[in-house]
């Protein structure tokens, strides 16, 4: 399949987990890349990864910055001319303190990776979708974002956000035939959840990863790439303002301790 041959996807939190594993499937279906993170050395194993041949532009940034963002999306334009995919991946977790023990400054931290980075991009990549009446905008939020007990108090309103966020971008962009969806993975191993699984294998609770789940098991990030791709196509192109759940089922269910042998 080369549903996106010639066609300049933006993916942020491209060195690693879901972003990466969405930037190496882009690229295998024929995208030109535009390729950000801030650690330069996940960036750069990303890169080495791509298919030989792969058209990118790799920036190391701050999504919050809005300058940078603004320079980027100017510098992809002069480049290519257009940008038809932009895949808002970027994302911090934090720590889980309870509501009485939380910290203003980690809050701000982690909004402003996880809700306010979104927000600039889509700001400043969607005026060139709309002068073009297409494109397509995949936010990834997280099944935090729907209830609680998948992450702390900051992470999980930040995700909750993004869901809002790609509703109501959705509703401003729809006119111009620009499409606003969001993926919320459940449990995916990746380097921001790394320590949960650290945590599990050591302590002989390794079988307990994602045994809440109805499939009775933990995502990868391929799996959510491969969601991100059928969101970001032309196969969904009379879908927006959705979030997916691509969770294992997850959210089926109540979901409640102990309910699950």
Known sequence: ?????????????????IGRATALRLAREGAYLVLVDQAEAGLMETTSALPEGTEY?????????????????????????QIDVLC???????????ITDQNRDEWERILGVNLIGPMLFIKHVAPHMQSRRLGSIVNTASVAGIRSGAGGNAYSASKAGVINLTQTAA????????????????LIETGMTQPIFDYARANEKA????????????????EIA?????????DASYITGQALPVDGGN??????????V
């Not at 963002?69 to 480049?79: G, H, N, P, Q, Y």
């Not at 401003?172 to 606003?180: A, P, T, Y």
């Not at 491969?226 to 032309?234: E, H």
């Open 1 to 17: 399949m080369m549903r996106f041959k010639r066609r300049v996807a933006m993916v942020t939190g491209a060195g690693s987990g």
């Open 57 to 81: 532009l790799r920036k190391v940034m701050d999504v919050s910055d809005e300058a940078a963002v603004e320079a980027l999306v100017k510098d992809t334009i002069k480049r290519w001319g």
């Open 88 to 98: 808002n991946n970027a994302g911090v977790a934090g720590s889980h303190p309870p």
């Open 171 to 186: 509703c401003d962009l729809g006119g111009d035939n620009v499409r606003v969806n969001a993926v919320c993975p459940g």
């Open 207 to 222: 079988h307990k990863l994602g045994a809440r789940c109805e499939l009775r098991r933990y995502g990868n990030p391929e």
């Open 226 to 234: 491969a969601a991100i791709l059928f969101l970001a196509s032309d």
């Open 251 to 260: 959210t089926a269910s109540l979901n409640l301790p102990g309910m699950k």
